[in-house]
């Protein structure tokens, strides 16, 4: 029987040979320096890779990820990874990515336990307590799309509230985080219309990102959402 982390190496060899005979020089240049532009805040799932969906190679995105894309204020990792991203490489995009059928988000919307991620998932289940009236009043075929498009709102406030945006905007650092959420049913990003550069008050652009979250899963044509694959907690 073959050793599946043996199949890993060999992969991993095999690649390394073919971006070499294809791209000549290319890890000898990629040593040299890390200058991304963009970060990409989004989901440990397994089905959402940040760099294939965007099609940018190897130092070309900064990426953070965690169960259910949140970033939390007592969450040194993520503010760690944010202040690096920002401060020492200099990105200029910072894209907070939620995707359809997600497994965090399914179980904060039914209140499932799973174990020691509950503590974790409580945070998503804030965002649903506080939008409850919205949420109750669509169908409930869409309703964990509708959250997850409200938590990606929620976590892109979370950044642009964070010591690291407000200093960073402070000194005229030219830094825009973006709320997009992908669909692992069809390969598409989609934007949700929510960007922040520091320009603009935050709370009307928020208010109005879930003004259009909840016309956009009000419409008629939501009430059928395209079949999407089963998540599952595994795969965070």
């Not at 939008?131 to 498009?149: G, K, Q, T």
Request: hydrophobic share 45%; aromatic share 6%; glycine share 6%.
């Amino acid at each position: 029987m073959t050793d599946p982390i043996q199949e890993l190496f060999a992969h991993n060899r095999a690649w390394s040979a073919q971006m070499e005979r294809d791209r000549p020089g290319f890890f000898t240049s990629l040593v040299k320096q890390q200058t991304p532009k963009f970060m990409w805040i989004g989901c440990s799932d397994s089905r959402v890779p940040a760099n294939q969906i965007t099609g940018l190679e190897p130092g070309e995105v900064f990426v953070h990820r965690n169960v259910a894309n949140v970033v939390v204020h007592s969450d040194l990792n993520a503010l760690s990874t944010i202040q690096f991203a920002v401060d020492l490489l200099k990105v200029e995009h910072i894209m907070v990515v939620g995707h359809y059928g997600c497994a965090g988000v399914k179980a904060a919307m039914k209140g499932t336990r799973v174990g020691l991620a509950d503590n974790w998932i409580r945070h998503i289940q804030d965002v649903r307590d506080r939008h409850h009236v919205m949420l109750e009043s669509l169908p409930e075929a869409v309703r964990d799309d509708a959250l997850c498009e409200l938590n990606v709102a929620e976590q892109v406030v979370n950044v642009a509230v964070s010591t690291v945006m407000v200093d960073a905007w402070s000194r005229g650092q030219k830094v825009t985080i973006h709320g997009w959420a992908f669909g692992v049913h069809d390969g598409l990003l989609q934007d949700l219309g929510i960007s922040v550069d520091g320009a603009k008050p935050l709370d009307g652009i928020y208010k109005a990102a879930v003004q259009r979250i909840r016309a956009k899963w009000s419409a008629p044509a939501a009430a059928t959402p395209q079949p999407r694959a089963q998540a599952v907690l595994q795969d965070k």
